[in-house]
């Protein structure tokens, strides 16, 4: 909702120029039916057209109706409607065309603030939503209306002018708006990760302080006061290197086994853990995380890990844990997870990773009463650093995802494969080995399209889209949205016999697919073409060429069907 009304009010700001716009076009008119001769009545009627509808759409921002988005789209069409008619049914005057032009390319830059213009998907609709009013407009003129060639002429050279300038410019925007989201991420997250960095090292700088104070206030307590100093220094010693491994790791396992051992060889407890359960990093199934670090007289339970995740799950904990749990004398039959280990004194810290994810922060150790303040602020700041990686994991992966994956389907993007096929033909060529690669294409999409509407044409795209996933995901290759409605899977290490089998399994399951639409049943078909290095295929740089060939073959053909290249499916006799 909130960018709905963002750019309903930049479309209304538009709007309040347009009464200017029609108040000079009322002018001019009025100087041409005054001063002008041989004036065409149906000429001043279009332009006084064009001025009305300026002020409609002046109107129409005053009074909010732009929160319906039709009404704006209504609005935009009848002024590049009008003013395409008022460009080509001119009585001579040249300067009309250069008016009515600058009118209509200030509709068409009105008009394109309704798409994102960084996906190319909305970049084709907006060319041909814009250019369609003076297509059309043209194409009438041109079969009802007498002129000359030359005017024919002029007004394609503008049209073609027309489109380049939008395609061009709106490429430009495109480009430029994703290198200033990703510069905007970037310093975003730099700022959040140094800002909870100075203030971790400011919090244990003011213990440092005071601990400090209490020393020379206190001399009858300076050994302890000063084994509490070093105990100190220690955490944050080890918290300043664990600060440096979260700001500078991605990969959430090896950071938890960093941490773990750090803990137990650094602070000398029995044992360690950190789970985290349920986790989501960007567009990957939930999973667990989870990694247990001990000295070798603990033993720990094959089902420690189960054992836990049922304890934390339980009412009881919710009751007791209040962001942190400390049992200093543990009875190993209240606390099942513990058993074996011989424990006697743990923490649970809860570390909130986000509004609906948790992760847990286990410490164990032998000496009973042993978690105090002094040491359950090290745990919790070693817990708040841990929310931090996890975002910082999380940001990457979405970012990544965003980069490599298609946004519709989940699977690699074309300018993903783009970099890594290469790499993929190389280790082929070099280590001789097979490749195989199969393309394959929805049959008659256009139609689909046009008889269910493009959110109905998204879901088959995207369940296609899923399919090669899933296929590629369970036989180690690679699966890629190739085009609008075209799908590459690159299957290193397996031969046609091989990828022929799987390709059908999936081709099946396409077919027996069933889309709803308004309670009726639609199927959707493919055709697939497969090419491999070297069975079918001499030269592997021509191996995806090859499996588009016999997609093609497969839909020359009669659709729906698999073909494997070959000299016949070339167009070979």
Not at 4 to 11: A, G, K, V
Not at 121 to 134: C, G, N, Q
Not at 506 to 517: A, L, P, Q, R, T
Request: proline share 1%.
């Amino acid at each position: 909702m909130e960018n709905n009304e963002t750019l309903f009010e930049t479309e209304s700001a538009f709007s309040k120029y347009n009464k200017y716009i029609a108040a000079m076009l009322a002018v001019y008119y009025l100087m041409i039916v005054l001063f002008g001769k041989n004036n065409s009545i149906f000429e001043v009627v279009i332009g006084v057209g064009v001025s009305a509808a300026l002020l409609l759409d002046w109107a129409a921002g005053m009074k909010k109706y732009f929160y319906k988005k039709f009404v704006l789209r209504i609005i935009r069409y009848s002024v590049m409607f009008m003013s395409a008619f008022a460009m080509l049914y001119t009585s001579g005057i040249y300067v009309t065309i250069f008016i009515m032009s600058a009118v209509y390319m200030a509709t068409v830059f009105e008009h394109l603030f309704l798409y994102d213009i960084s996906e190319d998907y909305y970049k084709i609709s907006a060319v041909l939503e814009t250019i369609f009013p003076m297509t059309l407009v043209t194409l009438i003129y041109y079969f009802f209306a007498s002129c000359t060639n030359f005017e024919i002429i002029i007004v394609v050279i503008f049209i073609v002018i027309f489109v380049m300038i939008l395609v061009s410019n709106m490429k430009v925007c495109g480009e430029l708006i994703d290198n200033l989201l990703n510069n905007m991420y970037r310093q975003e997250r730099i700022a959040t990760n140094s800002k909870e960095e100075y203030e971790n090292l400011k919090v244990y700088q003011s213990k440092l302080v005071h601990a400090n104070e209490q020393l020379s206030i206190q001399r009858f307590q300076l050994q302890k006061l000063n084994e509490s100093v070093k105990s100190q220094n220690r955490q944050m010693d080890l918290q300043h290197k664990i600060l440096r491994r979260i700001s500078a790791s991605l990969e959430i396992g090896k950071l938890t086994e960093f941490v773990t051992s750090s803990i137990t060889t650094n602070l000398q407890v029995e044992v360690c853990g950190i789970f985290m359960f349920d986790i989501v990093i960007g567009d990957d199934e939930p999973k667990d995380f989870f990694n247990l670090n001990n000295i070798y007289d603990i033993k720990l339970p094959d089902n420690t890990v189960k054992l836990f995740k049922e304890f934390v799950s339980t009412e009881e904990f919710s009751q007791m844990c209040d962001g942190y749990m400390v049992v200093n004398d543990v009875n190993e039959e209240i606390y099942p997870f513990v058993r074996e280990m011989h424990i006697s004194s743990f923490l649970i810290y809860v570390v909130n990773l986000s509004e609906n994810q948790k992760g847990y922060l286990f410490v164990g150790k032998k000496t009973n009463g042993y978690f105090n303040d002094n040491n359950i602020g090290f745990y919790k700041g070693i817990g708040e650093q841990m929310t931090v990686a996890i975002n910082n994991a999380e940001l990457y992966a979405k970012m990544h995802d965003m980069a490599t994956k298609d946004s519709l389907t989940k699977i690699f993007n074309r300018r993903h494969f783009n970099a890594k096929y290469p790499e993929l033909i190389r280790k082929a060529k070099e280590e001789n080995k097979v490749l195989t690669v199969i393309l394959f294409d929805i049959d008659k999409f256009k139609n689909i399209n046009d008889k269910y509407g493009h959110l109905f044409g998204d879901g088959v795209i995207s369940y296609c889209g899923y399919m090669a996933g899933k296929t590629a995901n369970e036989n180690n290759a690679i699966a890629v949205r190739y085009g609008g409605e075209e799908f590459v899977i690159v299957f290193p290490d397996k031969n046609v016999e091989e990828v022929y089998a799987i390709v059908e399994k999936m081709h099946g399951e396409i077919k027996e697919k069933v889309f709803d639409y308004e309670g009726t049943d639609v199927h959707v078909d493919v055709s697939i073409g497969i090419a491999s290095y070297p069975e079918t295929c001499d030269d592997i740089n021509e191996i995806l060429s090859h499996a588009d060939i016999a997609m093609y073959y497969s839909k020359n053909t009669g659709r729906g069907r698999i073909t494997i290249y070959s000299g016949k499916s070339r167009g070979e006799e």
